[in-house]
């Protein structure tokens, strides 16, 4: 599933990252790579999400958001 699909309050692992580019390597650079936890803030209708990853929170629009999968942490 995607990053828009995930639950507020939720932690996932990044399975992939479909995009190319500079929009990629900005993301790697902030630390979001394939196997990094992440953990949903908040999650708007408009498509724009909220999440914490490595102590930083980071907002992306619903495009990059449809980019990103993720699976589920299994604790």
Do not use: P, W
């Not at 990094?36 to 990853?53: C, D, P």
């Amino acid at each position: 599933m995607s990053v828009r699909n995930g639950i507020i309050g939720s932690v996932y692992v990044v399975e992939s990252l479909q995009m190319k580019g500079s929009t990629l390597r900005r993301l790697e650079a902030l630390g979001l790579n394939v196997g990094t936890k992440i953990t949903i803030l908040n999650n708007k209708k408009s498509g724009t999400v909220i999440f914490m990853v490595r102590g930083t929170r980071l907002a992306i629009g619903a495009k990059i958001a449809d980019s990103i999968l993720i699976r589920e942490d299994k604790v």
